[in-house]
């Protein structure tokens, strides 16, 4: 009888998906995972002991900004350390990103480019469309360059951002001709535009302050709104950073009616952080929603466990602290932004999982499965079964971890989450068959990550 061999054996682990767990090995061979099953008299390059651990699909950050001071080169390492494997950026011809693109279709040609000679991640994208944009050439343009994602602002018209309704139907009539997702950031301008220059008369200035400026019930209209328009038009919307419990009760009764395809998402720093961390940290982290209530934080813990919230992501960058300083007195002239990208794993299974808030399957789900589907990488990516890419991100559940102070492997010299204790953590991950996080450091080196093209692989998700 001929013993099988394999490149890499994942043995004994117990191999998690969203619909539960098995104790099972995995064999990889040429990039794919080869079998899954009883491999103990199977031989292999490398045996992973998976014992007493947790075997994931490859992780997915699904909203990042490698743009401020982060390049992807950067960026895909910050996240290489933290077990993710694959990474979906926004890129735009937006010039407060420091674009110095022509336009949105040429922004996506730069980005695949540089990001195919630097990245250490695979990486997809989603692209942003400025105010003003040619619908039907920007959507088509990025369909055949094979982004399926974009995203409009209901808000920001000083960065050019601001796309108002007549813009988001044309936009998302497009978007689902050609069966792409919108994604938005809902928060409506009037009411934070009005809301700013009130406390700016009163002299609130502080970052205390902030939140008022960015109420809960901005968001929650704005959630409304475009749902509204995406159900008119029969488009798929992705609504990004949500940070409310107004929000989440408006997504809810969307998929009550349950006419188009909502997803929900939200970030580590909504579930992590309150308002009352600004006392410590100040503009450090002032982030657009701001940071709300413990209520809303808790609220956010329930529709994770629930599903009402689909992925949770970093919507992070690479930020300083000469960066965010407080020059003039006013928080309103502070950068938005938020580092700790790194910390999203440990954080969410340690204060989810350990926490008892979640189960270990709910982190295949948000983290894995649910960012493939929806933005048409899976089953190349986000599952692990037998002709998927051999993306798996192994995590010991036992392990603790004292989160540092920055960031490895980015320009962030600051960590909104330092000093906390994690239990839980990734200890090894590979993509494509080839090892990327073992022993605490990166085995890849920059150039390693490819370009995926969303759709190639299967359908989008629940369409």
Same mark, same amino acid.
């Given at each position: 009888?001929?013993?099988? /061999?394999?490149? *890499?054996?994942?043995?004994?682990?117990?191999?998690?998906?969203?619909?539960?767990?098995?104790?099972?090995?995995?064999?990889?061979?040429?990039?794919?995972?080869?079998?899954?099953?009883?491999?103990?008299?199977?031989?292999?390059?490398?045996?992973?002991?998976?014992?007493?651990?947790?075997?994931?699909?490859?992780?997915?950050?699904?909203?990042?900004?490698?743009?401020?001071?982060?390049?992807?080169?950067?960026?895909? /390492?910050?996240?290489a350390y933290s077990g993710v494997t694959t990474i979906i950026p926004f890129v735009g011809a937006v010039p407060v990103w420091g674009s110095s693109a022509g336009d949105g279709l040429d922004a996506i040609?730069?980005?695949?480019?540089? @990001?195919?000679?630097?990245?250490?991640?695979?990486?997809?994208?989603?692209?942003?469309?400025?105010?003003?944009?040619?619908?039907?050439?920007?959507?088509?343009?990025?369909?055949?360059?094979?982004?399926?994602?974009?995203?409009?602002? *209901?808000?920001?018209?000083?960065?050019?951002?601001?796309?108002?309704?007549?813009?988001?139907?044309?936009l998302m009539s497009r978007l689902a001709a050609r069966g792409c997702v919108a994604m938005v950031h809902p928060e409506n301008d009037a009411i934070v535009a009005l809301e700013q220059e009130r406390l700016i008369g009163l002299g609130r200035t502080s970052i205390q302050d902030y939140p008022r400026s960015r109420p809960a019930i901005a968001e929650a209209e704005a959630v409304f709104r475009v749902c509204s328009i995406a159900e008119t038009v029969g488009c798929p919307v992705y609504l990004v950073h949500l940070s409310s419990r107004e929000a989440i009760e408006v997504v809810r009764w969307f998929r009550r009616r349950n006419?188009? =395809?909502?997803?929900?998402?939200?970030?580590?720093?909504?579930?992590?952080?309150?308002?009352? #961390?600004?006392?410590?940290?100040?503009?450090?982290?002032?982030?657009?929603? =701001?940071?709300?209530?413990?209520?809303?934080?808790?609220?956010?813990?329930?529709?994770?466990? #629930?599903?009402?919230?689909?992925?949770?992501?970093?919507? @992070?960058?690479? /930020?300083?602290?000469?960066?965010?300083?407080?020059?003039?007195?006013?928080?309103?002239?502070?950068?938005?932004?938020?580092?700790?990208?790194?910390?999203?794993?440990?954080?969410?299974?340690?204060?989810?999982?350990? @926490?008892?808030?979640?189960?270990?399957?709910?982190?295949?789900?948000?983290f894995a499965e649910q960012p493939a589907r929806i933005f048409g990488l899976y089953p190349r990516k986000g599952v692990l079964a037998e002709g998927a890419d051999a993306?798996?991100?192994?995590?010991?559940?036992?392990?603790?971890?004292?989160?540092?102070?920055?960031?490895?492997?980015?320009?962030?010299?600051?960590? =909104?989450y330092a000093g906390r204790t994690t239990t839980g953590a990734a200890v090894f991950s590979m993509q494509r068959g080839h090892r990327i996080l073992d022993g605490g450091e990166i085995h890849a080196r920059p150039g390693a990550g490819v370009f995926l093209r969303a759709g190639d692989s299967g359908d989008l998700a629940s369409r």
């Open positions: 009888m001929t013993t099988e /061999q394999y490149e *890499t054996i994942v043995r004994d682990g117990l191999l998690v998906a969203p619909g539960g767990m098995r104790a099972a090995s995995i064999g990889v061979r040429d990039g794919r995972i080869a079998a899954i099953g009883d491999l103990d008299d199977a031989r292999a390059d490398l045996v992973v002991d998976a014992r007493g651990k947790l075997v994931y699909p490859g992780l997915i950050d699904a909203h990042s900004h490698p743009v401020y001071g982060d390049d992807l080169a950067a960026y895909s /390492q910050v996240m040609d730069v980005f695949i480019t540089d @990001g195919e000679a630097s990245s250490v991640l695979d990486f997809s994208m989603h692209t942003t469309f400025p105010a003003g944009v040619d619908a039907a050439r920007e959507v088509d343009g990025m369909r055949e360059r094979g982004v399926v994602s974009g995203k409009m602002f *209901t808000c920001f018209p000083e960065r050019g951002l601001y796309h108002d309704d007549r813009s988001i139907y044309e006419r188009v =395809p909502i997803y929900a998402e939200t970030c580590t720093h909504y579930l992590a952080l309150t308002e009352d #961390d600004f006392a410590e940290l100040g503009a450090l982290i002032k982030i657009s929603p =701001p940071l709300r209530a413990r209520e809303d934080r808790e609220a956010l813990w329930e529709a994770l466990a #629930d599903g009402t919230i689909d992925v949770v992501a970093t919507d @992070g960058s690479g /930020q300083t602290r000469a960066r965010k300083a407080d020059v003039t007195g006013n928080v309103f002239d502070i950068p938005y932004g938020i580092p700790g990208s790194q910390s999203m794993v440990p954080l969410v299974f340690s204060e989810g999982v350990t @926490g008892g808030r979640l189960k270990p399957s709910d982190i295949a789900r948000i993306d798996i991100t192994v995590i010991d559940p036992a392990a603790t971890t004292v989160l540092p102070d920055s960031e490895r492997g980015g320009i962030s010299d600051y960590n =909104p």
